[in-house]
């Protein structure tokens, strides 16, 4: 059976973080571990408090499982400090990773910050360059190449500037976007446009779920376009029958 691993914060509702990306790894038939490299205290409503794994136990729990069990495939999410983000770096170089996803988690959907500021600096310098794919969604494009993203030209710009930081490849997910809901993917060479009509509404865990769904796929042997595709249609899908299980945003349903 195939692994993949994620590297995230742990959501209590499921919805999102470490909890929704193993959920999506077994939906698609991948076997799923996990690290967790934060702890928060959430719900539907909004995330109330952050506490960060120490760097020490953090990396403790990395060379445990990779020494064990090694992923065709790996993804991170929120990771907060910029302490455990160099981690993750030497590790993935050490255990030689492959088809390693980005996600780099910043901020939650109801605005609370899950990464330390200076650590935006330190994702970009260490993690990009040895990623197959990184999966920002438009805010968090703005901020790591200070482009205000209004439109599908913008993405493009946003896109081609994250390629210049190491990726193989740029997605940069649109759904926040005010009239279209648009992903980009640049490779270096051509972009790829994917785009499905707005659904009204307030959901969790879309970035995580989107992000977990080609982990799986590149675990899988698909190439990263038809990854890329898959989780398009995998998120929207789960969208479309996302059910409301508390008082705030609504959770996916897969």
Same mark, same amino acid.
């Given at each position: 059976m195939k692994t993949a691993l994620t590297i995230?914060?742990?959501? =209590?509702?499921?919805?999102?973080?470490? +909890?929704? !990306?193993?959920?999506?790894?077994?939906?698609?038939?991948?076997?799923?571990?996990?690290v967790i490299a934060a702890l928060t205290a959430q719900n539907t409503q909004g995330v109330y408090e952050v506490?960060?794994? =120490?760097?020490?136990?953090?990396?403790? +729990?990395? !060379?445990?499982?990779?020494?064990?069990?090694?992923?065709?495939?790996?993804?991170?999410?929120?990771?907060?400090?910029?302490?455990?983000?160099?981690?993750?770096?030497?590790?993935?170089?050490?255990?030689?990773?492959?088809?390693?996803?980005v996600d780099p988690v910043t901020v939650s959907s109801g605005g609370t910050p899950l990464i330390e500021n200076k650590a935006l600096e330190a994702m970009q310098k260490y993690l990009f360059p040895l990623a197959r794919t990184i999966t920002p969604n438009i805010y968090e494009a703005s901020l790591f190449t200070g482009i205000n993203i209004q439109d599908d030209k913008d993405m493009k710009k946003a896109a081609m500037a994250l390629k210049e930081s190491g990726p193989e490849s740029v997605i940069i997910t649109g759904g926040h976007l005010k009239e279209r809901a648009l992903d980009l993917f640049f490779d270096g060479k051509e972009f790829l446009s994917l785009e499905n009509e707005i659904l009204d509404g307030e959901y969790h865990g879309t970035g995580c779920v989107f992000s977990?769904?080609?982990?799986?796929?590149?675990?899988?042997?698909?190439?990263?376009?038809?990854?890329?595709?898959?989780?398009?249609?995998?998120?929207?899908s789960a969208m479309r029958s996302a059910v409301p299980i508390g008082k705030g945003m609504k959770m996916l349903n897969f």
């Open positions: 995230a914060g742990s959501d =209590p509702t499921g919805g999102a973080g470490m +909890q929704a !990306d193993l959920r999506t790894f077994r939906s698609l038939g991948v076997y799923g571990t996990g506490f960060d794994v =120490p760097p020490v136990f953090f990396s403790r +729990q990395l !060379d445990a499982l990779l020494s064990d069990i090694p992923p065709d495939a790996s993804k991170t999410g929120m990771l907060y400090s910029s302490e455990n983000i160099k981690i993750v770096a030497e590790k993935v170089r050490l255990y030689a990773i492959k088809n390693f996803v977990s769904v080609i982990t799986a796929s590149l675990a899988l042997g698909f190439d990263i376009k038809e990854a890329v595709v898959k989780a398009k249609d995998f998120v929207l």
